[in-house]
């Protein structure tokens, strides 16, 4: 299970950090990522913790945004700076075993809401 924590609301130019907790999985032989949904549109990919300091970004976010993980507390972030009105949307963490493409562990999702 993963269970997403950190969302709120912040003005344009902010920062949040998200939290995702995993349970029930091997969490080092997992890749973590996260995804948002904004308001009226289809899930999107955000980035995502390949391990090894091979993290990887959608454009819309690098320079921007920062993944991290910490394998002993089973937890991956995303530290979200400089946040825009377009980054508004609901963001949820996931996890795929290192050996698949299938994003099969999904959390709950946590709402980020950036307006002045």
């Known amino acids: 299970q993963l269970q997403a924590s950190g969302g709120g609301w912040v003005q344009p130019g902010g920062s949040l950090r998200l939290s995702c907790a995993a349970s029930?999985?091997?969490?080092?032989?997992?890749?973590m990522g996260w995804f948002r949904q904004p308001p009226g549109k289809e899930r999107e990919f955000v980035a995502n913790d390949l391990g090894r300091g091979m993290p990887g970004y959608s454009d819309s976010v690098k320079g921007r945004f920062t993944i991290s993980r910490d394998n002993a507390k089973n937890t991956v972030y995303l530290q979200m700076n400089g946040l825009l009105p377009e980054d508004t949307a609901v963001y949820y963490c996931a996890a795929r075993h290192v050996s698949t493409s299938n994003w099969r562990f999904w959390g709950q999702g946590t709402l980020v809401t950036v307006s002045s």
């Open positions: 029930g999985l091997t969490f080092r032989t997992h890749i």
